[in-house]
């Protein structure tokens, strides 16, 4: 059991740094793409998000309902981008349902470890596999990808394999490693995070913010989206 420490960074503090770091990176992407140090400040927030959704997975009192909220803003952002730029290209929402799906068949391996939770884990691996490396390359002409690909899916799988802070943090940059490699440049610079993933105290914070996290994913988008579309 992983001990909680009275000091540090709650779950809710780090989620307002990857908020921050990830709304930097956007306007990086969609508004100031000549500004570089605001794509190196984002490269931050994919590992603690990821850190956060394998603990959603461990701690939540239903699993179905947690699939399902992300799941449904996923739904969401996929249909505003396919109606607004007919894109298909997969947001990181589509990424972490691909995550929990794995997590929740390696859980039901560990509990059971019969030939079918087995079989079912390695179908769920192969599956996120395909949708993130293969499906791309069978739909040419389009621009459908899963956002940080197969190895962005497998961050949360990473940490919720470890027992403890040290191990979890310890996966997490092996599979930032893994990550950097496939798409190299600056996301080398997401390593920067593993230092504010030991500081995590265990505990969610004072407050219930849950939904605030929740919906902030797509309200700021739009929002970028309207100011790029009002000044470029």
């Known amino acids: 059991m992983e001990t909680r420490r009275s000091f540090g960074l709650s779950g809710n503090q780090l989620k307002l740094i990857a908020m921050l770091t990830m709304t930097l990176d956007h306007i990086g992407l ?18 603690i998000y990821a850190y956060m959704i394998a603990e959603g997975c461990r701690y939540t009192h239903s699993r179905k309902g947690y699939f399902a909220r992300i799941a449904f803003l996923a739904a969401i952002c996929q249909g505003v981008y396919f109606l607004a730029m007919g894109s298909l290209y997969q947001c990181i929402l589509v990424t972490f349902c691909l995550s929990i799906g794995m997590i929740f068949c390696l859980d039901a391996m560990r509990r059971s470890n019969t030939w079918i939770s087995r079989g079912l884990f390695v179908l769920a691996v192969w599956g996120a596999g395909f949708v993130c490396e293969i499906l791309p390359v069978l739909l040419p002409g389009t621009d459908f990808a899963v956002d940080y690909g197969f190895f962005g899916a497998l ?3 990473l940490v919720y394999w470890g027992k403890d802070r040290n191990q979890k943090v310890l996966l997490m940059g092996v599979g930032l490693v893994l990550l950097a490699l496939d798409l190299g440049g600056i996301q080398w610079c997401a390593l920067g995070a593993l230092p504010l993933l030991l500081c995590y105290t265990g505990q969610k914070g004072r407050h219930s913010l849950g939904m605030v996290f929740y919906l902030y994913y797509p309200v700021h988008l739009v929002v970028i989206y309207l100011l790029g579309w009002i000044i470029l």
């Open 30 to 47: 969609y508004l100031l793409p000549q500004v570089q140090w605001l794509r190196i400040l984002g490269r931050l927030s994919l590992p």
């Open 155 to 157: 961050l949360p799988v």
